[in-house]
């Protein structure tokens, strides 16, 4: 049990304490957006608090102002074989503020250490924090200015240390854009020992909360150039807080998983400290998908719906791996109290879709789980074993490591990056699967706000209008990925749509396209949208201002994404194949020239 620090931090009042403050310095309380990304075809699922406001980092205006905070859902799989420890997560979220052009570093570090310090806020103790900056190097100076503001506040020297861009420094996804230094703080977890120095090595110091000054601009020629518009992006995960917050070094013990983790115990007939890593792996993927599938993500062989199938099907295996009996009904359970601890905060999290998806993904894995995990054979182990085993009976590389770890195999480190290697490339010759899912290479960064994309974001209100008018209004986009390639856009419709009606469908939007109609903004709040007739998802997604697109007479969309002015700007419309997504959900694949 957790005892009374529950009482103490639970994370309900995390939650609050947080939107209090920054509300007290005028910022602006954000909803999470959805898991799934609008307008960044570089990952399948939103990886940190700022992506969805990428647009506005890059320089366009927030509907809300200048000051903005919120905490968001986040999902990655990079590093999926940590999770397991006490600390890593694949669902997370992150409590963030931001400045947009608005206030620095002084603003940004004094209220990070008076939230974390104040007695009237989280009143953790000053004695146990150690902090790190930009040392400086031959593109960009020592950030002598974040360095005088941590002793300003106390921080002694000798806990304040001075790294390199690899540790303290946020750079763009790309070659080129906004990056800058930042500050990183840490908190000492060992009660039983006093900290003394800050030695970035020690795994007794975690780190809670990273600053992020956008202050750079790094153009083609590979220099850094001072921004004329300066943004501040912090974030800081809220488990781990919660951990630090109720004394534990198990994130897993906070009222945020701990149910969970005795939901497990009592179904399965096991105890938490016999088989930690196993309880984890199976409380953190659950909820992830939970979450994913809340989000609009069904379990598939594609994309995000392989991300969440992949997370399904270990969290069977390793409960399976728990006892050794058939985990038959046993994922419905913790999904149940999965939905209780979030229905507080996401709604969504509620649904009988949900619900039925883990089930059908239950029944459809269990008697391959089964005969596969008696094949696993560790003297045959290399990657086109791996691979047959995927195949055969959907056994994913991890998932094999997890049950040789639990016979007690030990796997020498280079033989098992060699033989995931390999698994790799025989992956990507036989089968094509999303190479970000497949491959697990979530990489955050600002999306692609380049002409093409542009023109490819526009075209997707022109087509959502096309369809409402040829299909009727009971269409709705439910997601959209855009590169500078193709366009990708699923809509709601209960069935395959006709040659007839994709022939009317591009027509349409090519007509638009040649009338040449203007494309205009405007701010308004949510209210002012509904009523004029905006097309939007109006339940938790937006704030309490809103961007309004209008192209002529055809389209009125809420959106923050890019756009270009006229829409002969656009090009020619061309749909190449239109396929079923998910249950009630289609897909059109399109390109323009």
């Avoid at 809300?64 to 006490?86: F, M, P, W, Y």
């Avoid at 000054?213 to 590979?222: A, I, T, V």
């Avoid at 518009?229 to 945020?256: E, F, H, P």
């Avoid at 369809?467 to 997601?479: A, C, T």
Wanted: hydrophobic content about 35%; aromatic content about 10%.
């Amino acid at each position: 049990k957790l005892g009374d620090a529950m009482s103490e931090f639970s994370h309900t009042k995390l939650r609050k304490l947080f939107r209090n403050y920054f509300e007290s310095k005028q910022h602006i309380w954000l909803p999470s957006a959805s898991l799934l990304p609008e307008n960044d075809s570089s990952v399948l699922f939103v990886t940190a608090g700022m992506h969805p406001l990428v647009p506005y980092l890059l320089g366009q205006s927030h509907p809300s102002g200048k000051r903005l905070a919120s905490i968001q859902k986040c999902l990655r799989t990079d590093d999926l074989n940590e999770v397991g420890d006490a600390t890593h997560h694949t669902f997370f979220e992150m409590m963030g503020n931001w400045s947009l052009n608005d206030y620095f570093k002084k603003e940004a570090i004094c209220w990070s250490w008076e939230f974390l310090t104040d007695q009237n806020w989280l009143a953790l103790d000053k004695n146990k924090f150690a902090v790190s900056v930009f040392a400086g190097d031959s593109d960009a100076p020592f950030d002598q200015e974040s360095f005088d503001l941590w002793e300003h506040l106390g921080i002694a020297r000798d806990r304040i240390a001075k790294l390199t861009k690899v540790d303290n420094w946020w750079g763009p996804a790309g070659r080129v854009g906004p990056c800058g230094p930042d500050t990183e703080i840490f908190y000492w977890r060992d009660s039983s020992i006093p900290p003394r120095y800050f030695d970035p090595h020690d795994s007794r110091w975690v780190e809670i909360w990273n600053n992020v000054f956008m202050q750079y601009d790094l153009r083609q020629d590979e220099k850094f150039y001072p921004l004329g518009r300066k943004n501040v992006d912090t974030g800081m995960g809220l488990a781990r807080m919660l951990a630090i917050l109720n004394g534990y070094d198990d994130d897993y013990r906070t009222d945020i998983f701990w149910p969970v983790i005795e939901t497990v115990s009592s179904i399965t007939g096991e105890n938490y400290d016999d088989q930690k890593r196993e309880f984890r792996i199976v409380a953190d993927h659950v909820t992830a998908a939970a979450m994913a599938i809340s989000d609009g993500v069904i379990p598939s062989n594609k994309g995000e719906g392989f991300v969440v199938r992949r997370l399904l099907r270990r969290a069977l295996v390793t409960l399976y791996l728990i006892n050794g009996r058939p985990p038959e009904g046993l994922l419905e359970k913790i999904y149940q109290i999965i939905a209780e601890i979030y229905q507080p905060i996401y709604s969504s999290i509620v649904n009988p879709e949900i619900r039925q998806a883990i089930i059908n993904e239950e029944v459809r894995y269990l008697s391959l789980l089964i005969s596969g995990v008696k094949k696993i054979d560790e003297k045959n182990l290399n990657g086109e074993y791996l691979f047959d085993l995927y195949q055969s009976h959907g056994l994913s590389p991890e998932i094999v490591l997890d049950v040789l770890r639990k016979r007690g195999t030990a796997i020498d480190k280079d033989v098992r990056i060699k033989i995931l290697h390999d698994f790799q490339i025989k992956l990507q010759k036989h089968q094509e699967l999303s190479r970000t899912a497949s491959g697990g290479m979530f990489r955050g960064g600002l999306a692609d706000q380049g002409e093409i994309s542009t023109r490819y974001h526009t075209a997707t209100h022109l087509l959502q209008a096309a369809l409402r008018k040829i299909l009727g209004n009971s269409v709705f986009q439910r997601g959209s990925n855009i590169n500078s390639e193709r366009m990708r856009f699923d809509f709601s419709y209960p069935h395959k749509v006709s040659e007839g009606q994709l022939r009317q469908i591009e027509d349409l939007v090519n007509q638009q396209i040649n009338r040449d109609l203007p494309v205009t903004m405007n701010e308004m709040s949510v209210e002012e949208a509904k009523k004029s007739g905006a097309l939007g998802i109006f339940d938790s997604k937006y704030g309490n201002r809103v961007k309004v697109y209008t192209i002529g007479d055809f389209s009125k969309e809420i959106c923050g994404g890019p756009h270009v002015q006229h829409t002969s700007e656009i090009g020619y419309f061309k749909i190449i194949k239109e396929e079923a997504s998910s249950a009630g959900v289609r897909r059109i694949k399109a390109m323009i020239s």
